[in-house]
C-alpha cells in the first residue's frame, strides 16, 4: 500500500514570509495528490490537486503545489503567508478508492 | 445546497454502548466515505460506498458497520463502544472516483469513557 509522508509536524513562520510545506509519498505509478488545509474545528477543504500534465499547480487562497517524480514529492508553497492561513495542512494520495493522508503539518503563523 | 452534513457533533459513549453516526449528503454524489482523525495521525478511511447498496472497508473498519440505502445517506454504527474508538469522525462524499475533489462534513466528536 501506499504511503504518505509529511516530515513537519509543525512549522511557524512569521506573517508575510514565504511558506513551504513538504510531502513525500510512496506510489508506483503516477498518483493523484492532493492538499487539503483544516481551520480548528472544520472540516477539510481541497487547496489543489494535481493528476496529469503541468507539474506546478495553483489552488485556492494564493498556495501552489510542484509534483516532482524524482523525487516522490508534491511540497506546498505560497510567497506570503497570512495570519488567517494559521490551521493544519494535509497532503493526500488517491489509490483506487481510498484516499491516503500523510499525518498533517500545523501552521502557526507569528505577527 | 448543504453539502454535507453530520450529527451528532458530540458525543460521549460508555464502554459497550453502540451507536449510529449519521451522515447526509445533497450533492447526488456517488462515492460517500467515513475517515476517523486523530491526533497526529492524519485521517484513516474506515468505510466507503461507490453507490446504494455497496460498500467496502477501507484501511480501519474493525469495530464499526456502514450500510448505504440511499444514495444520500451513509450511516456508520459502533457496536460495542471501545476506548480506542475515541476520535474525531468524518463523512465525506465525492461524484466519482476519478480524483474529483471529496466534500467534508464538519465532524463528530465521539468519546468513549
Known amino acids: 500500500a501506499q504511503s504518505v509522508t509529511q516530515p513537519d509536524i509543525h512549522i511557524t513562520v512569521s506573517e508575510g514570509a514565504s511558506l513551504e510545506l513538504r510531502c513525500n509519498y510512496s506510489?508506483?505509478?503516477?498518483?493523484?495528490l492532493f492538499w487539503y488545509v483544516q481551520s480548528p474545528g472544520q472540516g477539510l477543504q481541497l487547496l489543489l490537486k494535481y493528476f496529469s500534465g503541468d507539474t506546478l499547480v495553483q489552488g485556492i487562497k494564493g498556495f501552489e503545489a510542484e509534483f516532482k517524480r524524482s523525487q516522490s514529492s508534491f511540497n506546498l508553497r505560497k510567497p506570503s503567508v497570512h495570519w488567517s492561513d494559521a490551521a493544519e495542512y494535509f497532503c493526500a494520495v488517491l489509490e483506487g478508492n481510498d484516499m491516503r493522508f500523510g499525518a498533517g503539518t500545523r501552521l502557526t503563523v507569528k505577527p | 445546497n448543504a453539502g454535507v452534513t453530520q450529527t451528532p457533533k458530540f458525543r460521549i459513549l460508555k464502554i459497550g454502548q453502540s451507536m449510529t453516526l449519521q451522515c447526509t449528503q445533497d450533492m447526488n454524489h456517488n462515492y460517500m466515505y467515513w475517515y476517523r482523525q486523530d491526533p497526529g495521525m492524519g485521517l484513516k478511511l474506515i468505510y466507503y460506498s461507490v453507490g446504494a447498496g455497496i460498500t467496502d472497508k477501507g484501511e480501519v473498519p474493525n469495530g464499526y458497520n456502514v450500510s448505504r440505502s440511499t444514495t444520500e445517506d451513509f450511516p456508520l454504527r459502533l457496536e460495542l463502544a471501545a476506548p480506542s474508538q475515541t476520535s474525531v469522525y468524518f463523512c465525506?462524499?465525492?461524484?466519482?472516483?476519478?480524483?474529483?475533489?471529496?466534500?467534508f462534513g464538519p465532524g463528530t466528536r465521539l468519546t468513549v469513557l
Open positions: 465525506a462524499s465525492t461524484r466519482t472516483r476519478g480524483g474529483d475533489e471529496q466534500f
Open positions: 506510489y508506483g505509478a503516477t498518483p493523484y
